[in-house]
């Protein structure tokens, strides 16, 4: 039977960015890095000016990099004392994360709560991490963090755009109990991975994150990083448990093999990155402060 | 001329494949014009120049790249600042040292993105190389202009679209649950009941109202009802299934579309809506009293409703008849349903009612009632009346039923108390009976306006007579009769309406301080023929006396029933042998005088 609909827009997803230049705009700093650094005549003198032409973006990186969450063996004084033990590409990832954070502080407070939209992609984030060393072989642990914590970026940008179906969607999101993309297919006619994917596109973000922004929600169906997606999937799932405890977490796991295949991750890996979660999760929060 | 004239801060960057110094060009371009000649390497130029923004306009530079042939470095630099290229951010011209590149070459140099490609092979080339540059340079000028521009509609074509998105989005939502309003509810409906008829499927409405919504409003406060309306359309939205729609189509009332429900479906769902909100817990901030909802429930068949109009109307009548009955309670329209009936007589008076209340077009028409043992009119009846214009017949009875329905009673019960007071100010002479509806003495206002009342026409309380029915005094009970001893009390006169009609009259007279009773008509109208309701009367007027109230008899015709009665011994008569009711009261005085 054809049931009756009326609700769906006809927008597309490049419409949502397009119209909006601020918004689609690539972080500031992170952008003029990526200029800088395609080049690899690059001098470190360039990087550093660039960084602290923003004084609080690098404030925040040294409270950062002097966090238990890089756990350097000497405090860290200045931006290429950072990028000397951190190294350079580390630190270009950071800029990002920590730009894109200040990025859509403008959503309206009543619409989301914009602090514990980013303590639950932290949380993410800090089992990507833990979750990537844990892997034979390993991924690059700090790439997998900033993929991670940018994986629901899509979000902002529908809720900056279009706040009153933002607002439907996490109604029936919540109280309908279905996935909030499938609810934002339903009613925008796209979902918050897609959105975040071409905003990574125009931002230029390394292919690494802009796969993981993609494909996280059905890794699958990846093109590619498909191991990186599925492991986000992972991550994700585990994170919206109320704690890192593992009885807690066991009840919000995927229960296909699929994704745990696809990212080379065992229920032992991932109870053993359970074990340093909460620490982990505590010191990246210097990242929202 | 010079670059400079394009603008102002035009630099030409010179990059040397060879690492060989360029002198001779720098001074060459200067010296045919150029403002500023640069030696760069890429590494350099990329630091110099800002990165492309969507969006935002940027200045423009101009390379020369300079190499010995045509080089692959030509290439890979194209490569490289592809996205400064893309957006008219700059311009690179090969420049080679020696003959001209072939045809071949040359194309590829294009189709990567170079912008031209000079070669010093020959005086002429070199005496106006600046003029090839100038020309290259706006090339990219015009590119720059163009993306900026394309980029410039092109966001305001998306903004307009995610405006218009939000627009229709905003014209087809009530903004406060997030569902679907009334008029966007109504399409799907209409659409609903086409695609029945089409393909023979029976289809299904529920209307859920909840109960007292307003009163939950006013005592919880700015935002409460919000609240309690997002929180009824949340646990709505939880409790259907993803096929139903959902809609707010007014202040309190929600809507489901069920496609494809039989009856027995619509009314599982209906009575599980119901129980589901009723289960809503007060949380004594927002919500203070405990909340129910009333559902009515339609369901049509294919081809049995034309519109969408009539299965609101028939679900909303519905769930009416289920709030008459008191609320938290489901209830299935049918064409036949005796409760719709009065449904549907209460809609025909509900706006001449409200229309003659605001406009204060209740008028009274007064019937004059006989003294036997004073033989004259002692006092008379007055009779409430509505317009004919308003589209009613004028009749109280057939309208005061429906008003009580509606909740209109105790509004034209005040109406009735100041009008009769007011009457009773202009003509000293007179004395009123006044009859109230059934609500009336529930209602806390009664009592402080007719003191107010009394006290500002300064009229006798005696004058005024409450005639009351057996109905109106069980409602609840001890309220009533505090409030009528009160009334009594200020000296106002009560008689018992209808005595006779009911079962259980004359305990009611030992409880109330009644002062007359009002003998039925329709005993009268038959007394004589019929000895039984002669008996009747008789006895009644017995009773009457022996408990010392007055006896009135109504339905008077002729003047066999009058002298009839007179000897039966009643005190008054009342009825169109003594006098019809009269809408001026004063020729109807001058009348009864002669």
Request: with cysteine; charged share 25%; proline share 4%.
């Amino acid at each position: 039977m054809t049931f009756i609909r009326f609700d769906r827009t006809d927008l597309k997803v490049d419409d949502l960015l397009l119209g909006d230049v601020a918004l689609v705009s690539p972080p500031e700093v992170y952008a003029r890095l990526t200029h800088l650094l395609e080049n690899a005549e690059a001098t470190l003198t360039a990087v550093v000016g660039v960084i602290e032409h923003d004084p609080a973006l690098a404030a925040r990186l040294l409270r950062l990099a002097n966090s238990p969450f890089f756990a350097l063996l000497r405090p860290v004084l200045n931006v290429s004392e950072a990028i000397a033990l951190i190294g350079i590409q580390e630190l270009k990832q950071l800029v990002l994360a920590t730009e894109v954070i200040r990025h859509f502080d403008g959503i309206p407070a009543n619409l989301i709560d914009i602090y514990a939209f980013w303590r639950q992609s932290v949380r993410c984030a800090v089992l990507a991490r833990l979750l990537a060393d844990r892997r034979s072989p390993p991924l690059d642990a700090d790439a997998m963090f900033v993929a991670a914590l940018l994986h629901g970026v899509g979000h902002l940008v529908i809720y900056a755009r279009l706040p009153e179906l933002g607002r439907k969607t996490l109604l029936e999101h919540r109280y309908r109990g279905e996935p909030l993309y499938a609810m934002q297919r339903e009613f925008i006619g796209f979902d918050y991975a897609q959105v975040g994917e071409a905003l990574a596109r125009r931002w230029r973000l390394p292919e690494l994150f802009r796969c993981v922004i993609a494909w996280h929600i059905h890794p699958e169906q990846a093109e590619s990083h498909g191991a990186e997606a599925a492991l986000v999937h992972l991550a994700l799932a585990a994170g919206r448990a109320p704690s890192f405890d593992r009885e807690q977490v066991r009840d919000f796991l995927p229960r296909e093999s699929r994704p745990w295949e696809l990212a080379g991750i065992t229920h032992a890996m991932l109870e053993d990155a359970l074990s340093e979660a909460e620490q982990d999760f505590l010191a990246a929060l210097a990242l929202l402060r | 001329m010079g670059l400079k004239g394009s603008s102002p801060d035009a630099t030409i960057y010179v990059i040397d494949s060879r690492g060989e110094p360029t002198d001779w060009l720098s001074e060459e371009l200067r010296r045919q014009g150029a403002a500023s000649v640069e030696h760069v390497n890429a590494g350099e130029l990329r630091a110099r120049l800002a990165p492309v923004h969507y969006g935002r306009d940027g200045d423009a530079a101009l390379v020369v790249f300079c190499m010995e042939r045509m080089d692959e470095a030509l290439f890979d630099h194209c490569r490289r600042f592809h996205d400064l290229i893309e957006h008219g951010r700059l311009g690179i011209v090969g420049l080679v040292y020696g003959p001209a590149p072939d045809e071949a070459a040359w194309g590829d140099a294009l189709a990567s993105g170079c912008i031209d490609v000079l070669h010093t092979d020959g005086r002429l080339i070199r005496q106006d190389l600046h003029h090839r540059l100038l020309l290259a340079w706006k090339l990219i000028n015009e590119r720059r202009l163009r993306v900026t521009q394309e980029q410039h509609y092109q966001m305001q074509l998306a903004d307009r679209r995610v405006m218009e998105a939000r627009s229709h989005y905003a014209a087809n939502h009530d903004l406060v649950t997030e569902l679907a309003n009334r008029s966007a509810f109504e399409r799907a409906l209409g659409a609903c009941i086409e695609l029945g008829r089409q393909r023979g499927i029976t289809n299904a409405l529920l209307h859920l109202d909840i109960d007292r919504f307003k009163l939950h409003n006013e005592v919880a406060g700015h935002g409460a009802g919000d609240h309690l309306l997002l929180l009824v359309a949340n646990l709505l939205r939880g409790a259907l299934p993803p096929e139903y729609l959902l809609g707010r189509l007014g202040a309190d009332e929600f809507a489901v579309l069920l496609q494809g429900a039989d009856e027995q479906e619509a009314m599982r769902l209906a009575d599980d809506l119901r129980v589901r909100v009723s289960q809503i817990e007060p949380d004594g901030e927002h919500i203070v009293y405990h909340v129910a909802a009333s559902c009515g429930v339609t369901v049509f068949l294919p081809g049995s409703v034309s519109n969408a109009s009539q299965v609101f109307a028939q679900a909303e009548q519905a769930c009416y008849v289920a709030k008459t009955r008191g609320g938290n309670a489901i209830h299935r329209f049918s064409h036949d349903d005796r409760a719709l009936a009065h449904l549907r007589e209460d809609m025909h008076w509900a706006r001449p009612i409200r229309q003659a209340l605001a406009e204060d077009r209740f008028f009274l028409a007064f019937q004059p009632i006989l003294s036997v043992a004073e033989g004259r009119i002692s006092h008379y009846e007055a009779l409430l009346r509505i317009p004919t214009a308003c589209g009613g017949d004028g009749e109280s009875a057939r309208f005061m039923l429906a008003a009580e329905r509606l909740g209109l009673a105790q509004q034209i019960d005040l109406w009735v108390v100041n009008k009769a007071l007011d009457f009773l100010h202009e003509h000293p002479d007179l004395r009123l009976a006044v009859n109230l509806s059934s609500h009336a003495f529930q209602e806390p206002g009664l009592l402080p306006l007719l003191k107010k009342k009394l006290a500002a026409t300064q009229v006798s309380p005696e004058r005024l007579t409450f005639e009351i029915t057996e109905t109106a005094a069980i409602v609840n009970l001890v309220h009533t009769r505090r409030l009528i001893c009160e009334i009594a009390a200020l000296g106002c006169r009560f008689a018992l309406d209808d005595f006779g009609s009911g079962f259980s009259s004359y305990s009611y007279i030992k409880h109330f301080p009644i002062d007359m009773l009002k003998i039925d008509g329709s005993f009268i109208v038959g007394i004589r023929d019929d000895h039984r309701d002669k008996a009747i009367v008789q006895s009644m007027v017995d009773v009457g006396h022996s408990l010392d109230k007055e006896v009135v008899a109504e339905f008077i015709e002729d003047g066999a029933t009058f002298r009839l009665l007179v000897e039966m011994g009643i005190d008054y008569g009342q009825g169109y042998f003594i006098g019809r009711p009269t809408l001026d009261l004063k020729a109807a005085k001058d009348r009864l005088k002669q």
